[in-house]
């Protein structure tokens, strides 16, 4: 290697380290957050039951040797260095492994999938599939079996359901016990003041929300980072003062000797011990914004040894003044700094919980995205952090839902057994998907998934089993919680599948669109006309439903439909896939606009421009005869990319004025199809209304020096032009779902309920922003 190469490499890995440290740092606000306030409640719930009787020393190192060696198997090892690795395109979470099960196994069930989807750069980034890999027979069982596919899916939207309940139980948990500590140093705060206060601290947590977290969010990090630093001075200060015997605490022969002393009180202890494990699914979820690296060097270096040395000097503390369990970390406080480390832990506490709402937002836009929860709203404003998101409706329901907790619990120790069953439910959850991906996507041998499995999973298990004891002191509340989320999940998802699928056989003809010749039968007014769809092949209904309540249509027909792909992101250049239906004449054409299950459909997009350049390449590249339209599986689709490779076939202005329109010297002149009367109505509802008409206007014109285009290509772009400049409509399916009269009571229950779902939630013209000045809504019946 020359020594300008060595030079260069030596370079590129000092920026590589760079980038990772600065990742690290940023990562401490988002990530770590939750985990690094478990010290303010995990000895208090371990020690609310009967294992406050056992008040020994013994039994203090017991419980600190299994809280040391639960950070290091089930998150160290677990997480930190062997989940991490399974990332899709950088991204975690649940969903993030279903995604890549999906893409390597015949897994998915979404019913609107091609085979163009999978040429999207993203759907296999190392550039092979392991479809292609001669499958193994457990692959072919899942495969094959509708019910085995089912399953896994029943089982990520019961996980996504359990993030959905750390939204909930996280700030709950997190802003009571940091409030807490003024019982500490003020006797005269009663149980219901702090009640009350943690109660007014999460209105104003969620009350914020819609504001975005941009303008503090550089504070995080800082905040996190003074928070361990603090508590890992404060652990050490207390191993020193109290009791330098702790270190023994680090054998696990202590935690043998407190199950042999403690017994089945000891087992049920465990359900508070899982408390120091929390937070990992939140990081594990928060993944796409750094890197496993990154993550990885934030939690070994700084998160792992300030926990350890916290706990360990609690334990330490408790070893010599048990009275103080009830609140055990702030009573362990030196009197110097109790009041910094004070408000450093409620302000740890604020991060923690916005951490934590955030994955919950983005857990919902994923279920949504998958077609497994009720129309949303997903707002993402250009000044915000980059991946933040916010649903309105969840934030209510997610602020209601916590205070209600609070003030129903209102105990540290019974929010702590809720919250241990969601948490360790959740990483069970997580160990069953990792399983799979070891075995299908890292082609590694079926032993070693299952390995996998039953190590972290028995592990999991005896958690799992200690909290389930706990059921009636608080832990029935995420089992709760989560039914009902799942149930409404998989009533979504079910009912949309079902509707899907009697689209698909009640789906018009092109024999029939045939039949009815250029003209449809019918007068074509000047415009386009968008028809939503859900289908990606044929004619919906929804089109001739149009055709028999209305005697005219518009002279351009774009049937849309907007879907979601099992990636987190697709490319802009790779999101239109625009094709034709039926002869030329007819201009009827086919949009199908991918987002992935992370892409946020923003307001200010412009849609109606990017589609009508995307349909003005596809006529010229039908015409030029591109290869990426004759080899396409789906028949005639082509991906159109309006990028500088492909050039654009249409010269784009700002539309200010008319005048300056017709003054235009270097495009060719289209005319309006809208007559006088209409133009002046519409300049006149423009001029009175403007807070209504929030998308950008663009003057489309011809230019004149493609000198090599085909007289069809001229006339059908100046027809598509023309109709732009009419106006556009956008048509959607208003849908009325009915159980059919046979249908069983199962059944008959499960559509009225989608079907009341469907009644209470977003307009589908909400969540697609489209305008409402512009929108046509047709009547549908579907009996299921």
């Known amino acids: 290697m020359s020594t300008d190469s060595t030079r ?58 299994l809280i040391f060696w639960s950070l ?36 998915s069930l979404l019913p609107n999938h091609q085979a163009a989807d999978e040429e999207i750069s993203t759907y296999h980034p190392l550039g092979y599939s392991s479809r292609n890999i001669p499958s193994s027979a457990f692959k072919r069982f899942i495969e094959k079996h509708k019910k085995m596919k ?58 914020m929300q819609h504001h975005g977290t941009h303008m503090v969010a550089f504070l995080f990090a800082p905040i996190i980072i003074l928070w361990l630093l603090s508590i890992a001075a404060v652990g050490i200060y207390n191993i020193i003062e109290w009791n330098p015997k702790i270190y023994r605490a680090l054998s696990p022969y202590y935690a043998y000797k407190f199950f042999r002393d403690t017994g089945k009180d000891g087992w049920l202890s465990l359900g508070g011990i899982l408390l120091c494990i929390t937070g990992t699914g939140a990081m594990f979820a928060n993944l796409g914004h750094f890197t496993a690296a990154s993550i990885r060097v934030s939690f070994s270096c700084v998160v792992y040894p300030c926990l350890v040395l916290q706990y360990m000097g609690q334990a330490a503390f408790l070893s010599k003044n048990f009275y103080a369990i009830s609140s055990s970390f702030y009573s362990s406080i030196p009197d110097p700094i109790f009041w910094p480390v004070f408000v450093l832990g409620n302000l740890a506490a604020v991060v923690a919980s916005q951490a934590v709402i955030s994955v919950t937002f983005s857990i919902v836009k994923q279920c949504h995205s998958l077609g497994c929860f009720p129309r949303i ?9 980059d991946g933040q998101m916010y649903v309105p409706e969840m934030n209510w329901i997610l602020m209601i839902l916590s205070v209600a907790v609070t003030a129903g619990l209102h105990k540290i120790s019974l929010i702590g057994n809720a919250y241990g069953i969601a948490c360790i439910a959740e990483a069970f959850v997580t160990t069953c998907l990792m399983s799979l991906v070891i075995n299908f996507v890292w082609q590694k041998s079926f032993i070693l998934s299952l390995s996998f499995l039953l190590l972290f999973g028995f592990a999991e298990a005896i958690y799992l089993s200690s909290s389930c004891m706990k059921l009636h002191r608080g832990g029935w509340v995420p089992l709760v919680l989560s039914s009902v989320f799942l149930i409404i999940m998989y009533v979504w998802h079910y009912g949309t599948r079902r509707k899907h699928l009697f689209d698909m056989q009640s789906k018009v003809s092109m024999k029939w669109i045939l ?61 239109y896939l625009i094709g034709r239906i039926g002869p030329k004449d007819y ?10 299950y992370l892409d946020v459909h923003k307001d200010d997009e412009d849609f109606e421009n990017h589609l009508v350049m995307c349909i003005a390449e596809f006529i010229k590249m039908e015409a030029e005869g591109s290869a990426a339209i004759e080899g396409s599986a789906d028949g005639w689709m082509a991906v159109v990319r309006t990028s500088e490779k492909f050039g654009t076939r249409l010269v784009t ?65 100046c027809e598509l032009l023309q109709a732009k400049r009419a106006g556009v409509a956008y048509i959607v399916s208003h849908s009325h779902i009915k159980a059919r009269r046979n249908s069983s009571f199962l059944k008959q229950l499960v559509f009225n309920l989608y079907s009341f779902l469907r009644k209470n939630c977003r307009a589908s013209a909400v969540t697609l922003t489209i305008p409402h000045i512009s929108l046509i809504e047709v009547g549908m019946n579907y009996h299921l």
């Open 653 to 717: 202005s700002d539309r200010i004025t008319s005048e300056e329109t017709r003054s235009s010297s270097t495009a060719t002149t289209i005319p309006n199809g809208k007559s006088a009367t209409l133009q002046k109505l519409q300049a006149m509802y423009e001029h009175e209304s403007p807070h209504l008409i929030h998308r950008r206007r663009l003057q489309f014109n011809l230019p004149y020096t493609d000198d090599h285009m085909y007289p069809h290509v001229n006339e059908e772009l």
């Open 515 to 575: 039949t009815l010749g250029p003209s449809l039968g019918i007068i074509r007014v000047p415009g386009i006309g968008l028809i939503y769809t859900e289908l990606v092949t044929g004619i919906p209904a929804t089109f001739s439903h149009f055709m028999t309540n209305l005697p005219a249509i518009h002279q351009v027909i774009i049937f849309v439909c907007v879907k979601s792909v099992l990636v987190p992101y697709v490319p802009h250049k790779e999101r």
């Open 377 to 385: 709203k997903v707002l993402h404003k250009a000044r915000w952090i």
């Open 150 to 207: 089912t399953g896994i899916l029943l089982m990520l939207l019961f996980g996504a359901s359990l993030l959905i309940c750390d939204g909930i139980l996280t700030p709950a948990i997190s802003v009571l016990s940091s409030v807490k500590g003024l019982q500490v140093y003020a006797a005269r705060f009663q149980d219901h003041m702090v009640v009350f206060i943690a109660c007014a601290v999460l209105v104003g947590l969620f009350a």
């Open 72 to 107: 290091t198997l089930l998150l160290l090892l677990k997480y930190v260095i062997i989940t991490l690795s399974a990332d899709d395109n950088g991204q975690g979470g649940p969903f993030a492994l279903y995604s890549l099960l999906c893409r390597h196994a015949k897994f």
């Open 587 to 596: 201009r009827l054409y086919r949009c199908i606009v991918r987002y992935g």
């Open 8 to 65: 260069h490499f030596s370079v590129d890995r000092r920026n590589q380290r760079k980038n990772v440290l600065l990742l690290a740092y940023q990562s401490f606000g988002i990530v770590h957050g939750d985990l690094s306030t478990g010290p303010l409640y995990v000895y208090i719930s371990t020690f609310s039951g009967r294992l406050h009787n056992y008040q020994t020393e013994d039994a203090v190192f017991g419980v600190f040797s």
